[in-house]
């Protein structure tokens, strides 16, 4: 037997056992792998109670079948491949490392389950061959190429897991896309309660919609629920171009409200009210509208609030039929000079809102009491009984509502 330093792949054939030592090891690889999975299962707490029945009985032979590997290992004859008995191994081994991702074990206890069971196999592997009077030198390259050996099988092992944790993230983050489209397109709720199940995410009591620059999704969804789901390509309702990303906020109704406008202070962002997760789909058309009619962009601190501008969303809604009405409800002044009717138009307007209290219309419009007396002679004369309409009125108020007044006009 030579006596050099061997590692698997390279020169594990520079450890050549004699077969009749392989032999009596190899005999003993039913007890040693049994005893390599009891010993994880007591020490490394991830797999407690986990390795039993079946499953207990699989590991035992893909134990055995990994030490079978490194005796073969060990055995090679001088002038062969050596990595020959390690290909199946490795494969193997990256297997076992999706498998347990697939379960939910982390990293650090698929490495600790190696430690262990590295010790307990060297334990059982060298207290054999020290039996069968292998030298001290043999046993410390029969060391080295156990420890190699078991070394490239749990980085193979790590890899595996490593790639079906990013596998499975890349197949969650779809289905949370998918998921977060059909909540914005109104999906019904057997639809949307399966996309959720698909896509592993546990649904809240609300949610709430955001509308923020996509620069600063990041910073903000680091503060939130994780639950919470985002994204930034082709939002229904805006326009491609636009760098704005949308995030569906979990449970932030009544108090925690509060805390989701202070996650956003200083932010451009629009957010919509709190409704039932499967009922998101109207906050969020909500959201698009304020957006889009740039409501509230004057405010440098941010958020904008929809609850703060349910009136302009109101008359904002159907823009078309508000311009229509507004030239219906104002012809009356239509013959009338540019400058007179803006006049006419906004104390009507003052008018309204102030209820007909005249000193109330002249301090919002900074004229005289008896400007405004002479200006609603006009109009009454312009409108007639129409005034004492309460449709009438009510078409007047919603055309005029919205409606900013000019820079004041000299009378």
Known sequence: MADTPARPGSGAAGLELDPRIVETLRARLPQVAEQTVAAVTVEVPGYAGAL??????????AVQM???????????????DPSTPLEPALGAAYALGRGEARSGRSMDALLAAYRVGARVSWRELSSTAVDT????????NFAELVFAYIDELSAASVAGHADELATTGRVRERYLERLLRALLSGEVEATLLASAERADWTPPRTLTPVLLPTPQLRAVV?????????????LPGL??????????VPDVHGAGRRQ???????????????????????????????????????????????EEHLAELLLGADREAL????????????????????????????????????DDVAADLFVHAQTVRYRMGQLRELYGERLNDPQT???????????????????
């Open 52 to 61: 039993t029945g079946e499953m207990g009985e699989n590991i035992e032979n």
């Open 66 to 80: 990994a030490l079978g590997g490194f005796l073969r290992l060990a055995e090679h004859a001088r002038g062969s």
């Open 133 to 140: 009077g292998v030298s001290p030198t043999t046993l410390a």
């Open 222 to 234: 680091s503060l939130l629920d994780p639950r919470a789901l985002q994204s930034t390509e082709d």
């Open 239 to 248: 326009e491609s171009s636009e760098e704005t990303a949308v995030l569906l």
């Open 260 to 306: 989701l406008t202070r996650v956003l202070h200083g932010r451009p962002a629009v957010m919509g009210p709190a409704r039932p997760w499967t009922q998101v789909a109207s906050s969020y058309r909500r959201v698009v509208r304020a957006f889009t009619m740039e409501l509230g962009r004057d405010a440098d601190a941010g958020p904008v609030d929809t």
């Open 323 to 358: 311009d229509d009405l507004r030239e219906r409800v104002l012809e009356p002044l239509s013959a009338l000079r540019p400058a007179t009717a803006e006049r006419l138009a906004e104390t009507l307007r003052s008018w309204l809102l102030h209820h007909g209290r005249r």
């Open 393 to 411: 009125v009510l078409e007047l108020t919603l055309a005029l509502a919205d409606r900013q007044r000019p820079e004041r006009l000299a009378d």
